[in-house]
């Protein structure tokens, strides 16, 4: 009996690549090396790192194990990678976790992805000291988080996601993660 692998579509989270000058990743050299592993589909968004394509693999540890081991390979420096699939991203986008959040100018909408699932030591909603940063809700291995950039204007957002849920984390503003699900519901 032959059975075939049904397709999954993916996005890859890589974390830390092409931010300050360092860890430059083109992003035609990012979709070549995902093409050499086999993925199909590729598409990239961005310059910080979000790839959409397509796999025959359902073990997403796997897959992010498989990536970032190639990548660091071929770019010579760690890229640690986060997967989620298209549909989690997608349903993210439908439900509008930011709905009930006046913006001004001045706010960030934010998406941090775990590898794994915790739950910190947290009271939900928490907020900074200074209230400009807020984390809104915990939901599975995403954080979702607010800034406001007219309360602090050199804000400790990250430090703060990193203290409370460590450094296996990446985070993308909502635009990226509303524009990300547009590319998937294109395809």
Not at 22 to 34: G, I, Q, T, Y
Not at 58 to 77: Q, V
Not at 182 to 187: C, D, G, L, N, Q
Request: with cysteine; aromatic share 8%.
């Amino acid at each position: 009996m032959n059975l075939k692998a049904s397709k999954e579509t993916y996005i890859a989270f890589l974390r830390g690549i092409n931010v300050g000058g360092h860890h430059k990743v083109p992003m035609a050299d990012l979709r070549k090396e995902m093409e050499i592993l086999g993925y199909k589909n590729v598409l990239t968004l961005l310059n910080s790192g979000n790839v959409i394509f397509d796999a025959t693999c359902d073990d997403t540890e796997k897959l992010e194990k498989i990536l970032s081991e190639h990548l660091e390979k071929s770019f010579g420096f760690p890229v640690p990678t986060i997967l989620r699939r298209s549909e989690m991203i997608c349903g993210l986008v439908n439900n509008r976790p930011f709905k009930n959040i006046i913006c001004t100018k001045e706010t960030r909408l934010y998406v941090s992805f775990l590898r794994k699932h915790m739950q910190p030591r947290l009271k939900i909603p928490w907020e900074s000291q200074d209230n400009s940063f807020r984390i809104i809700e915990i939901k599975e291995k995403t954080v979702f988080s607010v800034l406001d950039l007219s309360i602090s204007k050199t804000p400790k957002s990250m430090e703060a996601l990193e203290r409370y849920f460590g450094k296996d984390i990446t985070t993308r503003n909502w635009n990226t993660i509303e524009r990300i699900g547009e590319k998937i519901i294109a395809s």
